[in-house]
């Protein structure tokens, strides 16, 4: 069968040789648990910016309340609610507690229980003067209001995101325990190389040293013959070995359609999937496995690359499928779901 350059493959481990007899090649879904069985994930503990990607083996829980104290919830003067009653634009009132200029998140000042708008206050004989009312806690965020001491922030199996890492540092958190599928990399020039040298750290797989990672990569001139994964995967001393061919847009499908699923499965990753319905076909080549990426748009999924995903198709994406081996597309309509990138 001749497949496209989107067509994902992996050659059995005692077939390095023949990696151009598609009689021998096996599942994407059966590589990705064979290699499975041979990795195990470092679980360290990382900082937080540093975690990005990575997947979380306990529970992140909060250490204490957000905010930890009663706050301004907007510009405006601090005031006790009982001084104001029967203020108003007419009626100007002089608090027995003095208004307090405050900003969004400052303390409330002790006595203080409101926070009145700037316009609504002036000054009449030197002296601070009110022009409304205000209820107890109006421009007020209340001790605990955003995250409870001892709440459950992230489940054990979540893997990290940019978003995930201003949370738990705005609630106090600046290391996380998590497990990563480190990725030895050559240094090579190959634009192969060079593509994979930015994906995989930011796909949560740090790049080390050869030898001293759970995956190897090598790199081989052979040609890709149309399969976006030929050669594949041996045992190594630290793992297995990813064979590759030099030729860049091998990378994306070798990336989302095997790195990302292998990781997950290796440390565990619980992915939030959605299911939508499509907003135009999809053909797929009975006998292999297309990558399929995606933009959720409108209620639907717009698909934005199969197969040979172009670079810009990856700025556009925003969840990620892989058709199996056995279907032939999906008409438009027909529901699919997926992961997020």
Known sequence: MTSGPGALHMMPMSDLSTRSAPAALVPLAEAIEASASTLHPSVETLGVQDAVGATLVEDVVAPEDVPPRDVAGRSGHACFSGDLVGAGPGTPGFPGVPPVAVVPGAAL??????????????????????????????????????????????????????????????????????????????????????????????????????????????????????????????????????????????????????????????????????????????????????????????????PVGTGAVALSALLRATHRAVLPPESEGLPAGAELEALPL
């Not at 054990?156 to 998590?178: E, P, W």
């Not at 750290?201 to 790199?219: N, W």
């Open 109 to 302: 000042p002790f006595g203080t229980d409101c926070v009145l708008p700037s316009d609504a206050t002036g000054e009449i004989a030197g002296m601070t003067a009110v022009f409304g009312q205000a209820a107890p806690g109006e421009g007020v965020r209340r001790r605990g209001e955003d995250v409870r001491r001892g709440e459950v922030l992230l489940r054990a199996g979540t893997r990290v995101t940019l978003r995930d890492t201003g949370v738990l540092a705005a609630c106090g958190i600046s290391a996380v325990r998590a497990a990563r599928l480190s990725v030895g990399l050559l240094d090579s020039d190959a634009p192969a190389a060079r593509m994979l040298r930015t994906l995989l750290p930011a796909s949560g797989l740090p790049i080390v040293a050869r030898g001293q990672g759970g995956l190897d990569f090598e790199f081989t001139e052979a040609p890709s013959t149309g399969l976006a994964l030929t050669g594949c995967f041996e045992a190594g001393p630290s793992g297995s070995i990813v064979h590759v061919p030099h030729d860049a847009p091998v990378i994306l499908p070798l990336v989302f359609g095997f790195l990302v699923p292998l990781a997950e499965r290796v440390c565990g990753t619980v992915q939030p999937r959605v299911r939508r319905p499509l907003s135009a076909p999809l053909v797929s080549v009975v006998g292999v496995s297309d990558l399929i990426l995606l933009r959720e748009r409108d209620g639907f999924f717009e």
